[in-house]
């Protein structure tokens, strides 16, 4: 069994910061004419904690950026939480299995995002909070913007982030 180090959870640390910065203040937030009104950066750090961190990083700042979103959410924690933890810990598996290279990062934070828009939104629905027709707006706008948005601000943070920080 791998022992998880310290500096995996200060790492985890930093990044739930992050979220909660973005998440808490207009920085997280892309307006969209929607019924959503925005689409998110806010599962940024989540993916990047995954794939450079691991997936327990990875889940431990989703579950930060849920937390930091609850209020979002009408009341259901299962579509708050669930989708979030699982961001890192896709992201991380994609890029692994990919070779740990540029496209295993760009595909990671790719599957890492589809699985938070995808996740939260499906979970809505099949909860019966939303209907298909209210979230497939949704999905398409803010599901497009947040896979570009993803997948070109995500691949030079972790370059750098690999480069400069030692995790284990």
């Known amino acids: 069994m791998v022992k998880p180090s310290w500096r995996k959870f200060v790492f985890a640390g930093v990044l739930g ?14 307006p969209v004419p929607n019924l959503s009104t ?4 806010m599962h940024i750090p989540a993916i990047i904690g995954g794939i450079v961190g691991g997936p327990l990083v990875g889940a431990l700042v989703g579950c930060v950026l849920a937390f930091f979103t609850m209020h979002l959410f009408l009341g259901n924690l299962v ?18 299995i990919l070779g740990k290279g540029n496209l295993g990062v760009v595909v990671g934070s790719l599957g890492g995002t589809a699985t938070n828009t995808a996740g939260v939104l499906g979970l ?45």
């Open 17 to 30: 910061g992050v979220s909660g910065i973005l998440a808490l203040t207009p920085l997280g937030l892309i």
């Open 38 to 41: 925005y689409a998110t950066t």
């Open 124 to 168: 809505m629905v099949l909860m019966k909070y939303f209907t298909w027709e209210q979230v497939l707006p949704i999905f398409l706008v803010n599901g497009i913007l947040e896979l570009l948005i993803s997948g070109i601000v995500v691949l030079p943070i972790v370059r750098i982030v690999l480069r400069k920080v030692k995790v284990d």
């Open 79 to 96: 579509a708050c939480f669930l989708p979030r933890i699982f961001i890192g810990v896709v992201a991380y598996f994609l890029w692994k």
